[in-house]
Nanobody
Framework: QVQVVESGGGLVQTGGSLRLSCAASGSIFSINAMGWYRQAPGKQRELVARWASDTMTNYADSVKGRFTISRDNAKNTVYLQMNSLKPEDTGVYYC??????????????WGQGTQVTVSS
C-alpha cells in the first residue's frame, strides 16, 4: 500500500505565504512524478505545479513567478512554496504521485487534499 499525504494548508491574507508538503510512503520502488492540483468552488480541478523526471518542473500560468515546487528524494516528499498569495488561489490543493511499487507497473496515487484560503 502506498499513501500520499498533504499538509500545510491554512488561512492567510492576500500577499502572504504558505508552504505545502506532500509525502509519499509505503512500498515505493521509484517516483516518476509528483504534482500539485487545486480545485476552487464551482471550478474544475487544475494543475498548479508538477515535477517529473523527464520534464522537471512546470507551472500553471497563473502561479508562475509566485509558486515554487521542489522535491526531496530521500524523503519522497514534494513541497509547494506559495508566495504573494491572491484570493484566486483559494481552493483545495491535492497532491498526486506517479510511482512504481516495483520495476514493472506505474501507479497513480492521490492525497486527501488540504484547504488553502486567501482572504482579501
Amino acid at each position: 500500500q502506498v499513501q500520499v499525504v498533504e499538509s500545510g494548508g491554512g488561512l492567510v491574507q492576500t500577499g502572504g505565504s504558505l508552504r505545502l508538503s506532500c509525502a509519499a510512503s509505503g512500498s515505493i520502488f521509484s517516483i516518476n512524478a509528483m504534482g500539485w492540483y487545486r480545485q476552487a468552488p464551482g471550478k474544475q480541478r487544475e494543475l498548479v505545479a508538477r515535477w517529473a523526471s523527464d520534464t522537471m518542473t512546470n507551472y500553471a500560468d497563473s502561479v508562475k513567478g509566485r509558486f515554487t515546487i521542489s522535491r526531496d528524494n530521500a524523503k519522497n516528499t514534494v513541497y509547494l512554496q506559495m508566495n504573494s498569495l491572491k484570493p484566486e488561489d483559494t481552493g483545495v490543493y491535492y497532491c498526486n504521485a506517479l510511482l512504481y511499487t516495483d520495476s514493472v507497473r506505474m501507479k497513480s496515487r492521490w492525497g486527501q487534499g488540504t484547504q488553502v484560503t486567501v482572504s482579501s
